[in-house]
């Protein structure tokens, strides 16, 4: 990376943060709320580290590292976040862990790989209002679903409906749809609120397939279209690219996805391909024709996913609806 001098490792955890500067070996422990990112200042300075002129290197954390992300924005101190398996794999074998010595490593892996690291870009409030908001109602669907199985699993052993066992969870769902009702409603308010995003979800959701969850999903996972630059790289992410599988003249394996992936919006890819071969006759007349091939169903809905990420990315880039041509397979 370009005008940086000074690689510094983050291990974050709940409460505290160890960081780890490459160069000096100098730490530092602190802890991980805003009293705690201002000794880091005080640090950088104590060090005469120029904090322009840095870049903090951290694993994806989720919610443990929003604080300390939103103060590195605040105070444009350029960051990257990397998949703590690519840092695993990176040490080769090791002995010993602490979070100090997590840091050093870690630091050393950006060091290492600076030619290949990606700075973290800056996530508009309504973005990041717009995640959490999602990931909550992702939540709530993901539990309602769970009381519905156990009900069913009570009917199923005949216990009677006005039993404790089911009223109680039939309660609990009724909140969570009143709950999950409100999320989306405020989803729905934050996008229209928001010209650049309201656009590019009227694109996306103008593709048949592709309904408001997947499209708000895009958004988020995206960062409204800047994280990633095309969809190939997005089908990496979310495990829909295909890659080879050979070595020498004694293996010789199919063409397959990688289990290194985001699963939540593969999921959700899953989905909508599934929609788009029933509703588009473009796709469903492709589907038709690889099955009756003896091509596998699997590996043609995962075709399927792909065209649509490339339709999605495609929308956006031209800012211009999606037209279907019917009378050319897709």
């Given at each position: ?6 690689f510094?490792?983050a291990?974050?955890?709940k ?6 500067c490459h ?24 060090q005469?580290?120029?904090p322009h002129?840095?870049?903090i290197?951290m ?9 300390f992300?939103r ?24 002995r ?7 840091a050093?490593r ?9 030619d ?8 508009g409030?309504?973005?990041e209002?717009?995640?959490l908001?999602?990931n909550?109602?992702?939540?709530l669907?993901?539990?309602r679903s ?11 052993i005949?216990i009677?409906?006005?039993?404790l066992?089911?009223?109680s ?6 909140v969570?749809d ?5 999320l989306?409603l405020?989803?729905?308010?934050l996008?229209h609120?928001?010209e650049e ?13 592709v ?6 999903a ?11 630059d095309?969809?190939r790289q ?6 829909t690219?295909?890659?080879?599988h050979?070595?020498?003249t004694?293996?010789r ?16 890819l ?26 596998p169903?699997?590996s043609?809905?995962n ?19 999606f037209i279907?041509?019917?009378?050319k397979?897709?």
């Amino acid at each position: 990376m370009k005008n940086v001098r000074q690689f510094i490792g983050a291990d974050l955890a709940k409460k505290t943060i160890d960081l780890c500067c490459h160069s000096t070996k100098s730490s530092i422990h602190i802890g991980n709320s805003p009293a705690g990112f201002k000794q880091l200042l005080g640090w950088l300075t104590q060090q005469q580290i120029d904090p322009h002129q840095s870049l903090i290197v951290m694993e994806h954390t989720g919610l443990y590292g929003w604080g300390f992300e939103r103060f590195l924005h605040e105070h444009k101190i350029a960051f990257v976040k990397v998949n703590a398996l690519a840092i695993k794999r990176s040490m080769g074998l090791v002995r010993g862990k602490t979070d100090q010595l997590d840091a050093a490593r870690i630091a050393c892996y950006g060091y290492r790989n600076q030619d290949s690291l990606r700075q973290q870009p800056v996530t508009g409030e309504s973005i990041e209002r717009l995640g959490l908001l999602q990931n909550t109602r992702q939540r709530l669907v993901k539990h309602r679903s769970a009381l519905i199985c156990a009900i069913e699993e009570y009917n199923n052993i005949h216990i009677a409906a006005k039993d404790l066992l089911i009223q109680s969870q039939q309660k609990v769902i009724k909140v969570m749809d009143s709950q999950i009702e409100k999320l989306e409603l405020e989803i729905n308010d934050l996008i229209h609120s928001s010209e650049e995003l309201n656009g590019n979800f009227k694109l996306l959701t103008g593709i048949k397939g592709v309904g408001p969850v997947v499209a708000v999903a895009m958004l988020v996972k995206t960062h409204n279209f800047i994280r990633f630059d095309n969809a190939r790289q997005f089908a990496c992410y979310c495990g829909t690219a295909p890659f080879e599988h050979s070595s020498g003249t004694s293996i010789r394996g199919k063409t397959r996805v990688s289990h290194l992936a985001d699963k939540s919006m593969k999921t959700l890819l899953d989905l909508a391909a599934k929609a788009a071969i029933q509703h588009d006759p473009e796709i469903k007349a492709f589907y038709l024709r690889r099955t009756e091939k003896g091509k596998p169903k699997m590996s043609t809905i995962n075709i399927v996913r792909n065209k649509l990420l490339f339709r999605m990315f495609a929308v956006i880039k031209r800012q211009t609806p999606f037209i279907p041509d019917y009378l050319k397979a897709a």
